[in-house]
């Protein structure tokens, strides 16, 4: 009888650099004191803003939004949508896998985190040895 090989969980889609910013942020905002949940929603909103900053094609920002106050809320809000953990959990974790997730990236982020490496040094390293499942349903 052969010995039980040990399967390797893999993603269902390729892994982002926005899956580790918006993961590294979280990790950020958790060391800041937020509750998870909020800390999720953090990394998600601040991943797609800085998204948005390196893919805009109008840069005309004469910075008069940054002068206006805003009130404090649990949510950061983007395009009318509250980025919530559970949108964190749809957007990133559910789009790569929840096991994928649970037992090797948010393990390997928080242990490069945890460690003082930036976000810059692990981004392409551990993304490059996540390759999707070829079997995964692509279009989920």
């Known amino acids: 009888m052969r010995a039980a090989m040990a399967v390797q969980v893999k993603p269902r889609k390729p892994i982002r650099r926005f899956d580790v ?6 990790l950020d905002a958790l060391d800041d004191g937020k509750p998870v949940d909020q800390a999720k929603g953090y990394g998600l909103w601040v991943a797609k803003v800085v998204a948005a900053r390196t893919f805009r094609r109008d840069k005309t920002d004469d910075g008069t939004a940054a002068d206006v106050p805003r009130r ?3 949510w ?3 395009s009318g949508t509250p980025q919530t953990d559970k949108l964190f959990d749809h957007e990133i974790v559910e789009r790569m896998g929840a096991e994928f997730y649970r037992e090797r990236f948010a393990p390997a982020i928080r242990d490069a985190h945890s460690s ?5 040094s692990i981004r392409d390293r551990l993304r490059r040895r996540w390759k999707p499942d070829p079997e995964a349903d692509q279009d989920r």
């Not at 910013?21 to 979280?26: N, S």
Request: charged content about 45%; aromatic content about 18%.
């Open 76 to 78: 950061h809000v983007l």
């Open 21 to 26: 910013f918006a993961e590294y942020r979280k």
């Open 72 to 74: 404090r809320r649990k």
């Open 116 to 120: 003082g490496k930036t976000y810059e």
